[in-house]
């Protein structure tokens, strides 16, 4: 039985904190502790570790509690205590907590800060400021993984180191482990390395892409100074947090030959074109020289990071120019070597062979398992689904699972207009907390190579530093408990329970977690010639919702929704999703009236096809909100189901222009519209279906040069009731893409 479960079933656990990670085991005490700034924190003279955990349990709580507790050797009063003691596995702890006192034990320096890090959850079950009481409570925990980590690139988009150590905090509290650091890309270089000052010279800083005719917008870009690196991987360490440096090879190495055109394969590249995304052709060439390079690079960043690890990548290397290259080609034929990708594989090995002389392990995505070569010792980052573990584990090498699309952040968590830019196969919060990072693929003898899982955030569309703290959490919360917890320690409801209180405190750490699983999403249903609508509610976490639709506040009395409901227009409709009688984030105030109902926004259309659907964001203004458009970029073409057209007689499409800025090789050429009737081309609507008949025509004359958005308007053929519409556009090339941002039907 779930923890929950037992929790809800249970009257003598009521008192029981809401921890997360859910622990292994949980019991409940006698009494109370109250804590206030007369408490002390006792930690062992000589014992640093225990020191650290006292000092960060003192962190936490001043943060969240507004008062700082003195960390000494004894004390007299009640206090806390941290004691060194065998505890189990690594990063186990025990805690116990009376009314005379709290006594954190563990064996390693990890389970002493889990300890601190439960103890502190614990005192902050309701946010407040000032003294509190625990009711005593005993937890015995270890982890189930070793590896709970989250990758951050900071190469597509930069964050400042204050960010970055905002992030370990919010992974420590977490029990999360492991900051996979996605230095290097294609878009940029992110660590000084002092023998090859050009890197972050010229590599790291760039314009972003913009479309035609719009204006150039700032510089954006920057680095980390080997100073700041230090201090960071300090900072951690302290938390209990290892960083793993992503130095990428042989693929994704635009920044570097920018930098060193020598270490290419002779190919010019063209200007701006590191402000593309996707999977670029550029990669290193294999001459002794590159090979020194990435040798002395290598050097340096184990100078920086003590992680046993260094990820190498190793992913999505497209071997075109290795296929061109006279000079690759003799190369191969002078080792023997069969083809690129074994090519690949004794690239690899080399730069194998040189961690090892280092004393470190090479770590890669799971690429580097093709070609036969790969280092004996070499751990895999599952990344193509979780085949890539299942055949590293079967083979012998450790793996630590991180399957597209299930844990990649840059997905986004709701299809509404609050979520910022992103994939658009959704990722929700409960998809993240199904996933079982051991394979049922992988037997029972070789389950011991999967070493966890880690969540990766990409930053191609998550520019700013408040949209990675969204992508990131909760969803990060669920990937600690599944990495942390038992198998089936607890269902969906139970972690949903215990996230909430969760954020609640976490946002006192200075987090703004996004609001997608609690955010209520109404639907409203229209016929055209109707003074009424129906009107249906649902949030992603399964809660309970109050609503009005007379414009007063919800509150205790409010109506419960039970399914949906008919309401006459115009009104306003007031949701919000409960929690134990409470309301959570995500409520929502809208007016609902004979226009709203005639109106979409792209995320409320669907597209046609679903190759690769994105939410981009427009590259105007440099400054100030940009609007957000959902395409299919192979394909941009819009669907509105049950589209309210029986009374309409015009339809305004606003509709903006945005750069293709997209490394897709030769897919780029498989991208056809229909020719334009005008210079500038048109949109172009079709009822029922795409191959329907054609029912209205909009020229985008008024918008091609006008970098914001534009606002189209023309007449709609009759038609009655309702139906689909299908949205198109005609041209004669790619660049730009026209995106749409809203649909409307006039009367």
């Known amino acids: 039985m779930a923890l929950g479960a037992v929790l809800a079933a249970t009257p003598a656990l009521a008192q029981v904190p809401r921890l997360l990670p859910v622990p292994a085991e949980l019991h409940a005490g006698k009494g109370a502790l109250a804590v206030s700034q007369k408490t002390t924190l006792v930690a062992p003279d000589g014992d640093a570790g225990a020191r650290n955990a006292a000092e960060r349990l003192a962190e936490l709580i001043a943060e969240s509690r507004g008062f700082k507790l003195g960390v000494g050797s004894r004390a007299s009063g009640p206090s806390i205590h941290f004691v060194r003691a065998a505890s189990g596995k690594p990063e186990s702890y025990r805690l116990e907590v009376t009314s005379r006192g709290a006594v954190i034990t563990a064996g390693d320096d990890a389970g002493l800060l889990y300890g601190a890090v439960t103890l502190w959850q614990a005192m902050t079950q309701v ?69 090859y000052p050009k890197l972050t010279e010229i590599s790291g800083w760039r314009h972003p892409a913009t479309a035609s005719g719009a204006p150039q917008l700032p510089r954006v870009g920057g680095f980390y100074s080997q100073d700041e690196i230090r201090s960071i991987v300090a900072y951690a360490a302290q938390r209990n947090i290892t960083i793993v440096p992503e130095i990428e090879m042989p693929g994704h190495a635009l920044a570097a030959i920018r930098a060193y055109p020598e270490l290419g394969t002779g190919v010019a590249i063209p200007p701006g074109t590191e402000s593309d995304w996707g999977v670029f052709p550029w990669l290193y060439n294999v001459d002794d020289k590159t090979f020194e390079f990435l040798e002395n690079v290598l050097d340096e960043v184990i100078t920086l990071f003590p992680s046993k690890y260094i990820h190498v990548g190793g992913d999505e290397a497209v071997k075109d120019q290795w296929k061109g290259s006279a000079e690759i080609q003799a190369r191969m034929k002078a080792l023997g070597i069969k083809d690129e990708t074994a090519l690949q594989a004794w690239f690899m ?58 844990l990649y952040f840059d997905h986004r968590q709701g299809a509404g207009d609050s979520e910022p830019p992103g994939r658009l196969d959704v990722m929700d919060l409960k998809t993240i907390y199904g996933f079982d990072p051991v394979p049922a693929e992988i037997p029972a003898a070789q ?29 990060a919360s669920a990937v600690a408990e599944i990495g942390w917890s038992a198998k089936g320690a607890s269902d969906f409801g139970g972690f949903i329970d215990r996230v909430i209180p969760q954020m609640a405190r976490m946002h006192g750490l200075g987090l703004n977690a996004a609001i997608s699983a609690f955010e209520v999403k109404p639907d409203v249903d229209y016929t055209p010639g109707s003074d009424s609508v129906t009107v249906s509610l649902a949030n992603q976490a399964g809660l309970e919702m109050r609503y009005t639709i007379d414009g007063s506040a919800i509150g205790a009395k409010s109506p419960v929704y039970a399914g949906p409901f008919k309401a006459k227009l115009p009104f306003e409709l007031k949701a919000e999703s409960v929690h134990e009688g409470r309301g959570v984030i995500g409520a929502i105030a809208q007016k609902v009236t004979q226009q709203s109902v005639r109106w979409r926004s792209d995320e409320a259309l669907k597209t046609c096809t679903n190759r690769v659907v994105l939410a981009l964001e427009d590259d105007y203004p440099a400054t100030g909100k940009r609007a957000v458009f959902v395409s299919d970029i192979f ?113």
């Open 635 to 747: 394909n941009p073409c819009w669907l509105w189901d049950k589209a309210p057209v029986g009374d309409a007689k015009q339809i305004a499409i606003t509709v903006g222009q945005i750069p293709f800025n997209f490394q897709v090789g030769k897919d780029r050429d498989g991208i056809k519209f229909q020719p334009p009737a005008t210079p500038e081309g048109e949109f172009v609507v079709y009822a029922d279906k795409c191959e329907g008949p054609r029912i209205a025509v909009l020229p985008l004359a008024s918008a091609t040069g006008n970098p914001g958005l534009t606002r189209l308007v023309a007449p709609l053929a009759p038609r009655a009731g309702t139906g689909t519409l299908c949205i198109t556009y005609t041209a004669k090339g790619v660049d730009p893409l026209w995106a749409i941002d809203a649909v409307e039907l006039v009367p």
């Open 349 to 406: 090995h080399r730069i194998g062979e040189h961690l090892t002389k280092r004393g470190r392990k090479l770590i890669g995505w799971d690429e580097i398992l093709e070609g036969g070569e790969v280092p004996a010792d070499a751990t895999i980052t599952s990344w193509r689904g979780i085949e890539g573990a299942i055949t590293a584990a079967k083979a012998g090498h450790d793996a630590v699972l991180s399957p597209s699309p299930t």
């Open 127 to 195: 946010p407040g400021k000032g003294a509190v009481e625990i009711p005593a409570f005993g937890a015995v925990d270890a982890p189930r993984f070793g590896w709970r980590g989250l990758m951050l690139d900071s190469a597509r988009h930069f964050q400042s180191p204050a960010y970055v150590r905002k992030l370990i905090d919010w992974m420590a509290v977490n029990k999360l482990n492991t900051l996979h650091w996605h230095l290097v890309d294609d878009q940029g270089w992110r660590v000084e390395i002092k023998k």
């Open 447 to 475: 389950q011991h190579h999967v070493l966890g899982l880690q969540a990766n955030l990409w930053t191609e569309h998550v520019r700013t530093e408040e949209r990675a703290a969204w992508m990131t959490f909760p969803r």
